[in-house]
């Protein structure tokens, strides 16, 4: 999980096991504004209802529900586990010593320090984004990365995500991730 | 009606003995009246520290089985009228008794003293269980080092957990001149990870072991350095506005951070 200075690149973690994964889902991006919707259906039609005029072909109802999202407002300690089989933002940090588990994908508005573990199912395409990036180790699917050992890493200074590209753990700007990489919303 | 506070810190060996300790007696050279609480049943240090070892007669045990009296129990201190100790049992362990038990404790002494200090045994176990239950107010003791900061957050958690918010952070055995060459955390580091407020920051100080041995906090010494960062902090448990203590020119970048973070809790 070396970070060139030039952010430019895509940096390469070290991959301890290799495997490309297949894609075992056709997980679109963007669908999780309308997880609230498990919980309040009413409430939240009018913005579904808002989107569908524009994504006609697109069920979000549908989506919501076959992805769920974990909203967690705090941050989580050293000790704490989470685990969710939907995706899980975290709104605060993941400090040394915590866990997350999800069977999506996994996003932290905040400084990523312990363990997450995205696509916990297999879900090779799984993504794991954070405000500062910065795991003592990764794992996405079956595969998993970890910070390098010597003290040397350069700390993240922007927002990144995690993701895998040719059976390998790739950490890199947002804004150059599968999650930008298609038109969204 | 007085506070409790618990100091806690996970870890063992970073000071919570050595705080309690001065604290205490910093708080009742303040004119507070202070009781002492070793909660760390099966492994009292306590007394040691505050030179009362050989004073003790009845127990924490003793006192919650009804076997004797609080006041009986109660040790008064050498040096000051307004300290007390209640010493904790060294013959049995942690399972002798309940938070609920401690809560009720804590809750008589309360109405005696204006301020309750609980030594919270290390771990996290059943003693750590006990020390949290009655208190009001929780104060983690760490040292910068990345084992004491892991369990330092680990110990916040599970205050969270107990419905104990708020906990103020001791950094203890700090060398500002360890900081200023980048081999120590420093205290900025220490704090963006726990995210709590700094109640103190007490500098590495080798009288602390002479003070240790020889059963007199250091506090009470005016040439101590950790003795005047530990008045400082029973200061502020007082309500007082005190700025940090400036530890070394070269680090004044971050004390002054510091200045500023105490500056908006006054």
Redesign the interface.
């Known amino acids: 999980m070396e970070r060139t200075p030039k952010a430019e690149e895509a940096e390469t973690l070290e991959t301890e096991k290799p495997q490309p994964k297949k894609r075992t889902s056709s997980r679109k991006p963007g669908t999780k504004s309308t997880a609230k919707g498990l919980s309040k259906p009413e409430m939240s039609m009018p913005f579904v209802e808002r989107l569908l005029d524009r994504h006609s072909d697109f069920d979000f109802e549908e989506e919501a529900r076959r992805h769920p999202t974990l909203l967690i407002r705090r941050?989580?300690?050293?000790?704490?586990r989470v685990r969710f089989y939907g995706n899980v933002v975290v709104l605060g940090?993941v400090?040394?010593?915590a866990e997350i588990t999800a069977g999506g994908d996994i996003i932290v508005m905040g400084w990523l320090?312990g363990l997450a573990h995205a696509g916990s199912e297999g879900d090779g395409n799984a993504i794991v984004a954070a405000f500062r990036l910065n795991p003592t180790q990764l794992r996405i699917g079956e595969i998993i990365g970890r910070a390098p050992d010597h003290g040397e890493a350069v700390l993240p200074e922007v927002p990144e995500v995690a993701e895998v590209r040719d059976g390998r753990l790739v950490i890199d700007r947002w804004q150059k991730s599968v999650l930008t990489a298609q038109d969204l919303l | 009606m007085g506070e409790a506070i618990v100091i806690t810190s996970g870890k063992g060996g970073v000071g919570k003995t050595t705080t309690t300790a001065n604290i205490g007696a910093g708080l009742a050279k303040a004119g507070q009246r202070v009781a002492l609480i070793d909660a760390d049943i099966g492994l009292r240090n306590l007394d040691v520290v505050m030179g009362l070892e050989n004073r003790i007669v009845y127990d924490l045990v003793d006192v919650v089985e009804g076997f004797a009296k609080l006041k009986h129990a109660l040790i008064k201190d050498k040096r000051f009228e307004n300290l007390y100790l209640l010493p904790a049992a060294q013959t049995r362990d942690k399972t002798a008794v309940s938070p609920e038990q401690m809560k009720n404790l804590v809750a008589e002494m309360k109405q005696e003293f204006d301020f309750v200090l609980i030594d919270c045994p290390a771990g996290i176990e059943q003693g750590f269980k006990n020390a949290v239950a009655g208190s009001d107010k929780a104060v983690v003791v760490a040292t910068p080092e990345v084992s004491s900061v892991r369990d330092a957050d680990r110990i916040i958690g599970l205050l969270e957990a107990e419905e104990k918010h708020h906990p103020q952070l001791i950094v203890n055995r700090i060398r500002p001149s360890m900081v200023k060459k980048g081999d120590m955390m420093d205290i900025d580091d220490m704090i963006e990870i726990l995210a709590i407020e700094l109640l103190g920051v007490v500098p590495d100080d080798e009288f602390i072991v002479v003070s240790t041995n020889r059963g007199e906090p250091a506090v009470l010494n005016t040439a101590s350095k950790a003795g005047e960062a530990y008045r400082d902090i029973a200061r502020r448990l007082t309500g007082e506005n005190v700025p940090m203590m400036k530890l070394d020119d070269g680090t004044e970048g971050f004390i002054g951070r510091l200045r500023k973070m105490m500056g908006l809790k006054g």
């Open positions: 941050t989580l300690r050293s000790g704490q940090d400090n040394p010593g320090r």
